[in-house]
């Protein structure tokens, strides 16, 4: 099984969907996003780690490779409330 999809079904399991728009998964419940290029950067046992990881603060928490702009994110929480 190619990685790529290896990293899609945890997502999957974990109640991720992809987000086309966005090009982010996205699980509404966890309030958590993960971008594209952090998915595909990143090793299976970052991503695990990340979905497991607790929210704490109830607000979304959006996974990307480079830090986004005040605007960007701010932007990203309005569209995915």
């Known amino acids: 099984m ?9 997502l999957d399991s974990a109640g991720y969907v992809y987000n086309f ?3 982010m998964y996205i699980n509404r419940q966890a309030k958590k996003a993960f ?4 998915i595909d950067d990143n ?4 991503i ?3 979905i497991q990881e607790p929210n704490k603060k109830q ?11 005040e605007g960007t ?9």
């Open 59 to 69: 607000d979304w928490l959006i996974y990307t490779n480079l830090p986004m702009s």
């Open 2 to 10: 190619p990685r790529q999809s290896e990293k899609t079904h945890l």
């Open 35 to 38: 971008s594209y290029e952090y």
């Open 73 to 81: 994110e701010q932007e990203i929480k309005r569209v995915l409330q």
């Open 48 to 50: 695990a780690s990340s």
């Open 21 to 23: 728009e966005r090009m």
């Open 43 to 46: 090793p299976e046992s970052v």
